[in-house]
């Protein structure tokens, strides 16, 4: 079994930065991609940013150049930049083991001024 625990969600203004970290504990061997999803109110969740453990990396189209993930043996990251309005969404973090998916609680962020 595999617990995500995301944090660094808040409120920031438009044009502001965020970096969400995600940590992974328990039987955490073999989690071949991480990654994050968002879900706005009234919407579907939509995946942001994904990353392999190879290094393979790919992203919403419309972070492109603003969003970054990465990650670490225990954790995954994603700095957001130039945050905007339509960024505003609960985040979850992800990861894939074998046949498993794993998710986080989620964390609001918000982007208003």
């Known amino acids: 079994q595999v617990r995500l625990v995301e944090s660094g969600g808040g409120l920031v203004q438009p044009g502001g930065s965020l970096r969400l970290s995600c940590a992974a504990s328990g039987f955490i061997s073999n989690i071949y991609t991480m990654g994050w999803y968002r879900q706005a109110p009234g919407t579907q969740r939509s995946l942001v940013a994904t990353?392999?453990?190879?290094?393979s990396i790919n992203y919403l189209d419309s972070v492109k150049g603003r969003f970054t993930v990465s990650r670490d043996k225990n954790a995954v990251y994603l700095q957001m930049n130039s945050l905007k309005p339509e960024d505003t969404a609960v985040y979850y973090c992800?990861?894939?083991?074998?046949?498993?998916?794993?998710w986080g609680q989620g964390t609001q962020v918000t982007v208003s001024s």
């Open positions: 992800y990861g894939v083991q074998g046949r498993s998916t794993y």
């Open positions: 990353i392999t453990s190879g290094g």
